[in-house]
């Protein structure tokens, strides 16, 4: 039986930008995963979260298609392995692996449950202007030209910033007054 190799991608994406999509592209393209199944967050224990999840999520549906999955279900569950766990239940004969940026990484071994995580599969993508090492044998490094884009830099000023957004998140952006007065 074909197993399918679904990358998760998890994150705030407030707002969704060119770098994510490089990356989810790069993933598909190389076939490094069959499907990439896009998680927005509620909340997170590092950040706090500017737009609403229904702001956020229609974003994102912006870009799904047939490989790329936005996920409307999952978005409450707190941690990163109750998520990964949760999917493996309700999809027993599919494959998933934790995608996350170098910047994720550095702080990755202090998650909770990372061990458990990392039974799962890592795909780390890289900046260009760095490189990693790790023996552990189940974390995939890639590297590709995603571009160094920061949400939080977009927000800080969205008409300045607004090249690294696709045209129809831009759009959507200024038609409901998001991140303008910040």
């Known amino acids: ?3 399918m190799k679904i990358g ?4 705030s994406f407030d707002p969704l930008h060119k770098g994510h999509i490089n990356l989810v592209n790069h993933l598909l393209k190389h076939k490094i995963v069959d499907k990439v199944l896009i998680v927005a967050t509620m909340d997170y224990p590092f950040k706090s979260i500017k737009t609403s999840l229904i702001d956020r999520l229609a974003m994102l549906d912006m870009i799904k298609s047939e490989n790329i999955i936005i996920d409307h279900q999952h978005n409450q569950i707190r941690y990163t392995y109750e998520l990964l766990k949760t999917l493996k239940t309700e999809n027993l004969h599919d494959d998933f ?3 996350i940026g170098s910047d994720n990484y550095q702080n990755f071994f ?12 890592l795909i780390v993508a890289l900046r260009d202007d760095m490189s990693l090492s790790d023996p552990s044998l189940n974390i995939e490094f890639i590297k590709g030209d995603f571009g160094v884009i920061s949400s939080s830099l977009i927000r800080s000023d969205v008409y300045k910033y607004c090249h690294f957004l696709e045209k129809r998140v831009y759009e959507y952006i200024i038609k409901h007054g998001l991140y303008i007065n910040n």
């Open 8 to 11: 998760v991608f998890i994150g």
């Open 1 to 3: 039986e074909f197993k």
């Open 97 to 99: 692996k934790l995608i």
């Open 110 to 121: 202090n998650w909770k449950d990372s061990d458990k995580i990392l039974s799962f599969g």
